[in-house]
Structure formats: C-alpha cells, structure tokens
C-alpha cells in the first residue's frame, strides 16, 4: 500500500526567506508525486510533479522539489517566500500499480509567511 | 470558463434532507472523482468513475452514492444527510495515462444542521 505523510502540520517563514514543507511517502511501485496548493475558497491547483524523468522537478510560482529514492522523500522548497504563498499545500502519491489511478494524499502543511 | 465546475458552492441543510452535489468538466477527461476534505485530515476518496458505466467506491462511501450520466458529468448524492457529512466537497478529472495529474473544482461547502 502507498502512504504519504507530511511532517509538518504548519510551518512559518518570512517574506524574502527560504520556504521548506516536508513530505515522505511510502510506495511499493515507482511513484508518481505531486505538489498541490489551496488557496482559502478555492480548489486545489497543481504546483509540480515528479513521474520517474528528473528527480529535481521545477514548478510553478518558483517552487521545486527533489525526489530522494533513499530517503523516500519528495520536499518542496522555494528560495525567498512571498506573501502570496501562504496558502495550504498538499504532497500527493499516486497509486500505480494497482489500476485504480487513485491519489494518497497527506494531512497538509498550513504555510504562514509574515511580514 | 473553468474546466471543472461544481454546483453549489455553498449549501446548508437540515439532517435527513437529501442533497444532490453535481461537477461537470469540459476537459474531455474519461476518469472522475469524488473527495471530501476535513480539516487535519486531508482529502479523503468517496467514489470514482473511469467512464459512463463504470463506479467505485473509495475509502469512504457509506452514505453517499453516485451517478455518472455522462462522460462530462459526475453527480454526488447525500440520500440522507447527517451532521457529519458537514465537509468541504471536491471534484477532480484526470486524463489517459500514467502519472497524469488531477484537475479540481472549486468545491462545496455543504453544513447539514
């Protein structure tokens, strides 16, 4: 069975500084992963995602994540937050292999980024 | 125009009501689901559908069911809606092929009273 768990429920940055949310995943196929943000009222908009070419996968809005096969790991980052970004971000496994093409997702990071 | 739509987007009802939550998409997709959304708890699978005649329940579909009446639209049905059906309602598409992405509307927030 996949899981994927987001370590972190909330998380707080500075406007101009670095942005971390953190996601491991568990799968027993080659996964496919996926970024999503939600902004409040509105549905859930891809950021990236990574289906098994380049393990450093570049996104919208300056967002990036690396695949890490060892460490069963696909962390967002961004270099310098904007106010804009807080929002709720969703890391997402989806579950190859069986057919269903259905997505795991995680609990969700809340990020908060301060003036 | 959005690709994936849902109405309504907001709704309050009273318990035992039935309620009908319909999405409809214009991105040609064969694949569609439902997810409720509860806070902490992420987005949870209710039903899926890969084409007209096809349905399958996902993790949490007691009390709820589906009717996919075309390939462009995928209604969700509360048939007597309780208190802890109060959550916020997503549908999403997905195209052919591995490693596609989904596409979601912008849900709908329903509070049953």
């Known amino acids: 069975a996949q899981s994927v768990t987001q370590l972190d429920s909330h998380v707080s940055v500075s406007e101009g500084t670095p942005v971390l949310l953190r996601c491991n995943y568990s799968s027993s196929y080659s996964p496919s992963l996926f970024w999503y943000v939600q902004h409040p009222n509105k549905g859930l908009q891809l950021l990236l995602k990574?289906?098994?070419?380049?393990?450093l996968v570049k996104g919208i809005n300056g967002f990036e994540a690396e695949f890490k096969k060892s460490e069963t790991s696909f962390h967002l980052t961004k270099p310098s937050a904007h106010m804009s970004d807080a929002a709720e971000y969703f890391c997402?496994?989806?579950?190859?292999?069986?057919?269903?093409?259905?997505?795991?997702f995680g609990t969700g990071t809340r990020l908060k980024v301060l003036a | 125009d959005a690709d994936v739509t849902q109405t309504p987007r907001n709704r309050i009802t009273k318990t035992g009501k039935r309620i009908m939550l319909e999405c409809s998409q214009t991105?040609?997709?064969?694949?569609m689901y439902w997810y409720r959304q509860d806070p902490g708890l992420g987005l949870r699978l209710i039903y899926y559908?890969?084409?007209?005649?096809?349905?399958n329940k996902g993790e949490i579909s007691d009390g709820y069911s589906v009717s996919r009446q075309a390939q462009a639209k995928f209604s969700l049905s509360l048939e007597s809606a309780i208190p802890n059906q109060t959550a916020l309602y997503f549908c999403a598409t997905m195209g052919q092929g591995e490693g596609q992405p989904q596409h979601f509307g912008d849900g709908t927030r329903l509070s049953i009273l």
């Open positions: 991105k040609g997709h064969d694949r």
């Open positions: 559908s890969f084409d007209v005649k096809d349905i």
């Open positions: 990574y289906t098994s070419a380049a393990t």
């Open positions: 997402v496994v989806s579950d190859q292999g069986s057919g269903t093409y259905k997505y795991i």
